[in-house]
């Protein structure tokens, strides 16, 4: 009857049939199977013969997807898409016996790529094969490789922050997230070139201490992912780069400006430090009078800038410092973990003076006594320290 589906059982299976030369079937709502060829556009035969232009225009679309293979070289074919696209395919099996699964690899829509230009690249990627290669699988390996940001997160994660002091941690993701990334972060880790690290690199000469030290960075980055298998061993694209030259600054302090230092240290922590700002701007209505913009600063920052000078060590060698760490009775600093790796620092009278009365101040302030100083560590005494530090801050008090 017209109209009406047939069903049909095979093997146990029912299928309905959905045209009229029964041909066409749905099997649980899905297109499975056609018997034989209709409306194909090109013949069986014509299915697989020398792949020339001609037989390409001629492959017509049709319902389902096929392909037209080549009789010259085998593997290499057209497979025509039932909207209409025509893309040049490769099968081959690796060299691994016949057990080894089949590989298809695309080789280029047809249009751009005319027949002979895809047969040619066939023909390479079977000389490739049967060297040894594996082209398809090499592919698949580059498409899932992890990017150069990817790879930073891994490295800060599982290397830096397990491996390295905390202040290399802070430094390499500043150093990584400001430099490298905005530069190379999409790009793939063993894609990126000599060329284009240098090209970076020399971006960056107005900071030649930061540009180097994001070289440096990257550089450790690369050690670490060889060692993971992300790069082949001794690969490092940041080798016998040039580094710019650094200007080490090395100032002393004259016995005139410690005098006006010392002075600006009292009034900081008695008074206050005088500041300025511009009167211009619309927020200059809201702020105090002249006479009482005044800065009071941290007690422990003047403390730690007194100990600056009294002992020479490094900034964060004072700011770290614990208590358990200074010898009273022998007048020494036991710093474990310097620049420099373990070391003693020696400290006169005045500096451990200091102490005791930073002790004090602490005990009013209902602070523990023991541990790491958590406020000579906070951004806002930072700053007041390195404005009472400034020279040209001390001849304006003056």
């Not at 994660?157 to 993701?173: C, E, F, G, N, P």
């Not at 400001?178 to 690199?201: A, F, M, N």
């Not at 403390?303 to 020479?312: E, K, P, Y």
Request: with cysteine.
């Amino acid at each position: 009857m017209p109209g009406v589906p047939k069903l049909f059982q095979i093997n146990g299976l029912w299928f309905t049939c959905v045209s009229e030369d029964d041909h066409d079937f749905l099997f649980r709502g899905h297109h499975v199977v056609t018997t034989k060829p209709r409306d194909v556009g090109l013949s069986a035969e014509n299915r697989k013969s020398k792949l020339t232009k001609r037989i390409a225009d001629d492959a017509a679309p049709s319902r389902l997807r096929y392909i037209v293979w080549d009789t010259v070289l085998p593997g290499f074919g057209l497979r025509v898409a039932p909207r209409g696209t025509k893309t040049f395919i490769l099968r081959y099996r690796p060299k691994f016996g016949r057990s080894a699964p089949k590989r298809f690899m695309t080789l280029g829509r047809f249009g751009p790529v005319t027949v002979e230009e895809a047969r040619t690249k066939a023909m390479k990627i079977i000389g490739a094969v049967a060297d040894g290669h594996d082209p398809a699988a090499t592919l698949c390996e580059n498409r899932n490789a992890i990017t150069v940001e990817e790879a930073v997160r891994e490295f800060l994660a599982d290397h830096v922050a397990i491996k390295r002091k905390a202040k290399t941690l802070t430094s390499y993701r500043h150093a990584l997230s400001r430099h490298i990334i905005p530069g190379l972060g999409k790009k793939k880790i063993q894609d990126v070139t000599k060329s284009d690290v240098i090209k970076l690199h020399t971006s960056k000469s107005s900071t030649p201490a930061a540009a180097n030290y994001a070289m440096a960075a990257l550089g450790s980055l690369y050690t670490w992912a060889a060692r993971q298998g992300y790069v082949p061993e001794y690969f490092n694209p940041t080798r016998r780069i040039d580094k710019f030259r650094e200007n080490r600054r090395e100032r002393f302090l004259t016995t005139a400006e410690l005098q006006r230092l010392g002075d600006a240290l009292r009034e900081a922590g008695t008074s206050g430090l005088p500041w300025t700002m511009d009167e211009t701007k619309p927020t200059a209505k809201h702020a105090p009078k002249p006479g009482k913009r005044l800065t009071m600063v941290s007690p422990f920052a003047i403390a730690a800038i007194r100990m600056l000078l009294f002992t020479g060590c490094r900034l964060r060698e004072i700011l770290g410092l614990r208590w358990d760490q200074v010898d009273f009775e022998r007048g020494v600093l036991f710093l474990p973990d310097s620049k420099t790796g373990r070391k003693t620092s020696g400290i006169d009278g005045d500096s451990v003076c200091l102490c005791p009365r930073a002790s004090r101040v602490r005990k009013a302030n209902n602070s523990p006594k023991t541990g790491s100083d958590s406020e000579l560590r906070s951004n806002s005494c930072l700053r007041r320290s390195s404005t009472c530090c400034s020279v040209d801050h001390q001849r304006n008090v003056t």
